[in-house]
C-alpha cells in the first residue's frame, strides 16, 4: 500500500477521458459496458474519490485483484455488485494488467435534480457498505440486473429529450429496489456468516456490560460495536433487523437493560448508582430509557421483587 492521496475524478467526462473511453453520451450520466473497454493496467494501487455515485456489476476480477472501500479489503473471485456514493474513498490494487466484464453506472446527483430521487437515494443503506459487505448475486439475479443495465444504455444512447431525465431515473430506482431485495435475501441465505456475527455481537455486549469501566467509558455506541464485528453501522443494523427485527441500537438497549434488571432485583444498589455502573452519566436518562423498554420505572420493578 502506497500513501498517495487518491486521485479524485470530479464529472463523470473526466472518468471517461482518464479510461480513454469516448465522450458520455450526457455529462451527467454514462453506462459502461466492460466489455467494450481493453484491459485496465494500473500500477500497484490506484486509490479513487468520485463526485458522483457509481452502481457496477463486475465478475472476472480475478486472483490478486483487491478492491478496498469502508477502510476493509476483499478479494473477489466472483460477479459482484458495489455501491459507492460520492467522495466515498476505494481503491483497486493489482499487478499489471486484468480483464473485466460487466457493467458499471455512473449517476451525477444533479441528474437526479427535480426527482425524489435526488433525496430518497440516501436511504438505501448499501451505498455506505464497505467491500467485504458487497453484493453476491445469484445468476438468476444477474440476469435481471444486466437486462436493467441495458434498458438504461438504450435510454442513455438515444437522442435526449424531456422524457430521457425521467425514464432513466426510474429504472435506476428499480436497480435500486432490485439490490435492496436481493441484499435482504443475503442476509437471509447467508446463515453461518451471519450467525457468527450475532453470536459475536452477544458476546460483545455481554463483555463490555461486564466491564468494572463502564463509567468512564460510557454505553457502547453502534459506530464502536460495527468496528468490533468489522462491519460498517449500516450494513449491521440492516442485517440485524432482517434476521432479529432489532437495529443495533436496539439490541444495545436490550442487553442494557437486562443487565439493570439483573442489579434492581439482587442488588441493594441505588438507581443512580446503578445508572452509572451502566454507563449513564445522568440517572434521569436510565430511569426513561428503563421505563420506554419496561413501563415499569426502575423503582417500580424493585419493588415487583418485594
Known amino acids: 500500500m502506497n500513501n498517495r492521496p487518491p486521485h479524485h475524478i470530479k464529472t463523470i467526462s473526466e472518468y471517461h477521458r482518464f479510461r480513454g473511453l ?5 455529462p451527467l450520466m454514462s453506462v459502461i459496458n466492460f466489455d467494450e473497454i481493453d484491459n485496465f493496467i494500473t500500477d500497484k494501487q490506484t486509490s479513487w474519490v468520485f463526485d458522483f455515485y457509481s452502481i457496477a456489476l463486475k465478475r472476472n476480477l480475478g486472483a490478486g485483484i483487491k478492491y478496498k472501500y469502508g477502510q476493509q479489503e476483499y478479494d473477489f473471485d466472483e460477479g459482484v455488485m458495489f455501491f459507492i456514493a460520492p467522495k466515498q474513498v476505494f481503491s483497486v ?21 427535480q426527482s425524489a430521487l435526488r433525496k430518497s437515494i440516501k436511504q438505501y443503506d448499501f451505498f455506505s457498505y464497505s467491500a467485504n459487505e458487497a453484493l453476491h448475486l445469484s445468476d438468476k439475479e444477474e440476469t435481471q440486473i444486466i437486462n436493467i443495465f441495458q434498458s438504461i444504455q438504450q435510454e442513455y444512447k438515444a437522442n ?8 432513466i431515473v426510474s429504472q435506476l430506482e428499480v436497480l435500486l429496489n432490485y439490490a435492496s431485495r436481493f441484499y435482504h435475501r443475503q442476509f437471509i441465505t447467508r446463515k453461518i456468516i451471519n450467525h457468527s456475527i450475532l453470536t459475536r455481537l452477544e458476546e460483545i455486549l455481554e463483555d463490555y456490560f461486564s466491564q468494572e469501566s463502564l463509567i468512564e467509558k460510557g454505553i457502547p455506541t453502534v459506530q464502536s460495536v460495527a468496528n468490533e464485528l468489522n462491519v ?31 442489579k434492581l432485583s439482587i442488588t ?39
Not at 22 to 26: L, Q, S, T
Not at 237 to 257: A, C, V, Y
Open 22 to 26: 469516448p465522450k458520455p453520451e450526457h
Open 93 to 113: 490494487e493489482a499487478e499489471g494488467e486484468y480483464k473485466l466484464t460487466g457493467w458499471m453506472l455512473l449517476i451525477h446527483p444533479d441528474f437526479l435534480c
Open 160 to 167: 435526449i429529450d424531456k422524457f430521457s431525465q425521467p425514464l
Open 232 to 262: 460498517t453501522p449500516n450494513y449491521l443494523s440492516d442485517l440485524l433487523k432482517t434476521i432479529t427485527g432489532q437495529s443495533t441500537q436496539q439490541h444495545i438497549h436490550e442487553k442494557l437493560i437486562e443487565k439493570a434488571k439483573e
Open 268 to 306: 441493594n444498589l441505588s438507581v443512580s448508582q446503578i445508572a452509572y455502573d451502566l454507563g449513564f452519566a445522568h440517572s434521569q436518562s436510565f430511569s426513561q430509557l428503563f421505563k420506554t423498554k419496561t413501563n415499569l420505572s426502575p423503582v417500580e420493578y424493585r419493588r415487583s421483587f418485594s
